[in-house]
């Protein structure tokens, strides 16, 4: 993936590849599978992207992974209550699937991925990595082990939220969540990234919305801020598909959420409303890329970054208009409320357009408290600390007050207070 | 229960001298009245007596109940009973108005060494202060003063003055963008606020505001002083000849 001569290797990079050679005859799937996580090994003995990689400047990988742990068998993750009551949840707890904690739901068919790998039922292309510099990509794929493969049948309205429950106990963890959501399915999911210990995990989940299909996904990523998180959300939409994918970033060291949407069917809505809360000494990138490719498809996206101390936050958003894509109406936002003189923000929206009867556009704000705001809350009694925090949580609010669903609004604003306690 | 004694303030930024030497008593239970042409530092001085960082006092001194505020920042000022009603109260989307009464209601409370207001107790002020001021309960789910019309607006600063009791209300400019119903009700707001241990400062432009709110004081500011005091009989005749003639006479 990177094209520049390496001179040496980083120790990230050979303890990467060591553990490919000592975790090879452990790895589910052969043939195909085995030919894609060889390609996939070749790729990051090039070497991890650095910022001479344009789709890497902000988040130099190679210099940012400075330790890749080891694989802990004998660590324990326990199942953590749902972020939804009465959610089904889907355990993963250290990278392995909890198999004897499956609910069973009509219309929906639920395998551990090391089983669907193992059997020779999954589609190899899957694993194809995305364009040249997909190192996220490239690490999943040379080491998944397991995850969930979740298929939902055309016309099923799940009456409860599904939580994909991914969590870590230290060390390594490579877990992948392929979904099939049927055409005219309503469906809400919530991907949980957690953990404690000082973990490397990776995580790809690969949606593929049917026609009508409505779905909410919900990212919510709160690793302890010593584990390195590393993952990616690709979805292609049918016909008159609507997704909406927010994501919550609250945690982890050195953290890169990849979104790469295909609005592939004409109608179809895609939505992204993020709320990324940054302290400490970490870096969290969330990088985007839409293809609108069909006529008639819409999207808007807003972002938002809280940053304090020392952190360092990135957001990268390129939205592609293919040529035959008319009527593409397309709106990008990035807001960034940076707290403090040390923290750092970098924000690149690209657009491309190769149609000419579109309506697209971005914008991006990074503004400290408005201290007109600010006073006035002050004037009336409420003091400097309380009325900063107030101010703070509301900004994020906006965004997350969007989400219509109440008991996911009150759940998500206990974890920003939750943050807020310790951070604020 | 106020005494301004020489003050001088000026822009933070740029050093433009504003309050240049105003001296001003207010006594409790009074009514005062602060007059004056655009850019005689009428709102200057209302940010300065709440406390508003963009100014800074040069020398002289504000009292308040004997004791200096010039070292108290907004929210002490605020939590001691200093009220300031804004010309152009801010819009802060994101924090609904019930939410901010009650961290603002609470906040004071617990400065004062007073348990905070239970829920209900707190629904119960609101809505009866509401009431009074012809307010919709629906409007406080709103983000702070977003969407609010003028009108609106400027009745939510008497619901937060009526409901955090303060002892010195300096209202700016509380006329401006008021039709007379409008105008009406939060005069009646105010007067209902009269009382022997409470002061107001009305900062206003014209008469007319006062003709529903009746001074007992009246103060004609220019270039940041107090140029001439007296009775309501002052406002009237400023309402009459306009201010040059009293500017011309201070000369």
Known sequence: MNMHAIPQRTSAETALIDAFGERLSLLPGDGEIMVRRDEAIERLKAG??????????????????TAVPQYDGSAKAEVLSPILEGSAVLPV????????????????????????????????A???????????????????????????????????????????????????????????????????QAGEGTALASSVSQLLVGDDAEVLWLIEQEQADTATHLAQFKASLGKNAKLTLFVMNTGGKLVRQEIIVDAAGEG?????????????????????????????????E??????????????????????????????????????????????????????????????????????????????????????????????????????????LVDALEARIETWFATHG | MLEIKNLHARIAEDGTEIIRGLNLTVK??????????????????????????DYEVTEGEILYNGESILEMDPAERAASGIFLAFQYPMEIPGVATMEFLKVAMNAQRKARGEEPLTIPEFLKRVKAAAGTLDMD???????????????????????????????????????????????????????????????IVVITHYQRLLEHIVPDTVHVLYKGQVIK??????????????????????A
């Open chain 1, 93 to 124: 707890l250290n990278g392995v699937a909890a198999t004897n904690k499956l609910p069973t739901l009509d219309g929906v068919t639920i395998q551990p991925l090391a089983e669907k790998l193992a059997d020779g039922s999954f589609a190899a």
């Open chain 1, 126 to 192: 899957a694993l194809d990595l995305y364009g040249n510099d997909d190192a996220v990509g490239a690490l999943n794929t040379a080491f998944v082990a397991d995850g969930y493969f979740v298929d939902i049948a055309a016309g099923t309205e799940l009456a409860t939220p599904l939580e994909l429950q991914n969590v870590q106990a230290g060390g390594q963890t490579h877990v992948r969540f392929p979904v099939r959501i049927g055409k005219g399915a309503r469906v809400t999911v919530l991907e949980r």
């Open chain 2, 137 to 199: 309960m629906a409007m406080l789910k709103r983000p702070l003063n977003v969407g609010f019309s003028g009108g609106e607006k400027k009745r939510a600063e008497i619901l937060q003055m009526k409901l955090l009791q303060p002892k010195l209300c300096v209202l700016d400019e509380t006329d401006s963008g008021l039709d007379i119903d409008a105008l009406k009700i939060v005069a009646d707001g105010v007067n209902a606020l009269r009382s022997p241990d409470r002061a």
């Open chain 1, 268 to 300: 179809s809505v895609f939505t992204l409303r993020g709320v990324n809360l940054l302290a400490g000494d970490t870096h969290t990138d969330v990088t985007m890329v839409l293809d609108h490719s069909v006529p008639h498809t819409t999207s808007t």
């Open chain 1, 48 to 65: 991890l992207p650095t910022k001479r990689v344009e789709s890497w400047h902000y988040t130099d990988l190679r210099r940012l992974l």
């Open chain 1, 302 to 407: 807003v972002v938002r970054y809280v940053i304090t101390d020392k952190a360092q936050g990135v957001f990268q958003g390129r939205i592609n208009v293919a040529q035959k894509a008319q009527k593409t109406d397309a709106k990008m936002a990035c807001n960034t409320l940076l707290l403090s003189d040390d923290g750092e923000f970098s924000v690149k929206p690209e657009l491309e357009i190769f149609a000419d009867d579109v309506q697209c556009g971005h914008g991006a704000t990074v503004t400290e408290i408005n201290h007109d705001h600010l006073f006035y809350l002050m004037a009336r009694g409420v003091d400097e600390k309380t009325a900063r925090g107030l101010l703070v949580k509301a900004f994020v609010a906006e965004v997350i007050e969007e989400l219509e669903d109440e008991a």
């Open chain 2, 28 to 53: 409790a239970g009074e009514v005062a009245a602060i007059m004056g042409p655009n850019g005689s530092g009428k709102s200057t001085l209302s940010y300065v007596l709440a406390g508003r960082e």
């Open chain 2, 229 to 250: 005091s007296g009775d309501k009989s002052l406002a009237m005749e400023l309402e009459a000849n306009g201010y040059a003639g009293i500017i011309e006479e201070a």
